[in-house]
């Protein structure tokens, strides 16, 4: 039986490496299931190994060998496919039970980073694509991502499982993509991490506020794009934008646990470390943009969250500059969320008519059962003094959210509201 210190290291090596590990195995094999399956088997030899011979002086390095070696012991089982034998064995050469890691693997960087956009495939759906993400890239085990996302341990290890077997199915390439297709398929990881980050800063449905696990998740997957892209000015635009925002989350809710809107949280409890990694890596987007290389929606989403985190006090903010950040982020990615976010910046720059009338060019259906737009009705008409009218659309709202503590919150609002008349 391992004990507790192997366990340990070898979970802490699994966080840390397992996406370096599956990537050049996904390389080698072309199969990003068997990929994981080999580097799993490596790490449970590991587990009944360590805590007899010591754990190894590079650990990542003993893995890759590992998992090299039942590579090749498989393709060498399975007479249909000996040329991959002589591949394998070719790049696996002589090698010492504890080499370094680097000088086994070619293009370690390359190699995550075709990985990510493998996960992110377009023939995948994007649950599918967040959940493989978490799997192969994260190194997040299938209950943490069940937990993350609400759904039943089996329900996202059967969303695993078919996702690796559509890619399977689909003959997906590991090669990285190049030019309009390379373009398209860095946006989809970049939604991908845009999309868990933002499940753990505004959870979409049940008990919690936020989930802290997932934002953090998040953060390292989008620290870890914009060092494997560090030629584009989008992925350090989602690192300054998540990194901003993250700033935040410990101030979202109050002592008791309550939510707390921005106007309402004590921005000393704002994280400094984390805005001041945000600016460093808007400052990275900006000097490739100033460059000519061209920016979009992440970047002008980072100049938004930097114009709340340069505030100290709620009345300091610029409101007409955000506007106007919303107004090119309008050009840049339209949709309705954009066009809602608008609306707030707005009202708040040129008073709530404004926003109104902004957000009276949504179509109601725009987000189907979400409650954003009532919410967001709710607090214009509030500030415009319309009370009545505010706590039927705060109401509203709290019957669409699928999240209790934003439910509770909603529901405050309309109280207040109907007290305010």
């Known amino acids: 039986m391992p004990d507790a210190v192997t366990t340990e290291a070898v979970t802490e090596v699994w966080r840390k490496e397992s ?19 080999l580097a799993q088997d490596a790490f449970v030899t590991a587990l009944e190994q360590w805590p007899a011979s010591g754990i190894p002086d590079n650990p990542a390095a003993w893995l890759m060998t590992t998992a090299k070696r039942r590579a090749i012991d498989s393709f060498r089982r399975a007479e249909t496919l000996r040329r991959k034998t002589a591949e394998l064995e070719r790049t696996a050469g002589e090698v010492d039970p504890m080499p370094d890691l680097t000088s086994q693997v070619d293009h370690i960087e390359d190699d995550v980073l075709r990985l990510m956009f493998l996960c992110c495939h377009p023939t995948l759906t994007a649950d599918s694509r967040a959940a493989l993400t978490l799997r192969m890239v994260g190194g997040l085990t299938t209950v943490e991502i069940a937990r993350g996302f609400l759904v039943a341990d089996a329900t996202m290890g059967q969303r695993i499982a078919r996702a690796k ?13 190049t030019g309009a297709d390379r373009v398209r398929r860095l946006d989809d990881v970049m939604a991908v991490i845009y999309l868990v980050f933002n499940e753990g800063y505004a959870a979409t449905a049940g008990e919690d506020w936020t989930r802290p696990d997932l934002a953090t998740e998040g953060i390292r997957l989008a620290r870890m794009l914009a060092g494997l892209a560090p030629d584009e000015p989008e992925a350090h635009g989602l690192q300054a934008l998540l990194e901003l925002q993250a700033s935040r989350l410990h101030a979202r809710t109050d002592a008791a646990g309550n939510p707390l809107l921005l106007d309402d949280q004590d921005r ?16 990275r987007a900006e000097a490739l943009a100033a460059r000519g290389v061209p920016v979009g929606r992440y970047f002008l989403q980072a100049r ?31 949709g309705p969320v954009v066009e809602v976010n608008r609306a707030v910046a707005h009202g708040r ?23 954003l737009i009532p919410s967001v009705r709710g607090d214009l008409l509030s500030r415009s003094g319309e009370h009545s009218g505010a706590a ?10 699928r999240n209790d503590a934003e439910r509770l919150l909603l529901q405050g609002r309309a109280s207040r509201s109907r007290s305010a008349q």
């Open 19 to 37: 996406a370096v590990l599956i990537a050049a195995l996904t390389r080698m094999t072309r199969d990003v299931g068997m990929a994981e399956d």
């Open 165 to 177: 077997k559509t890619l399977a199915d689909a003959k997906a390439g590991f090669d990285l993509p």
């Open 268 to 283: 000393d409890r704002w994280d400094r470390l984390l805005i001041r990694r945000g600016v460093a890596a808007l400052g």
């Open 304 to 334: 938004i969250a930097h114009e709340h985190a340069r505030t100290t006090m709620p009345g300091e903010t610029n409101w007409p500059r955000i506007a106007a950040l919303y107004d090119l982020l309008r050009e840049a990615a339209p």
């Open 349 to 371: 720059a040129f008073g709530a008519a404004a926003g109104i009338a902004v957000l009276d060019a949504v179509p109601a259906d725009a987000l189907g059962s979400s409650p």
């Open 392 to 401: 039927e659309q705060f109401d509203e709202a709290a019957r669409r959210t």
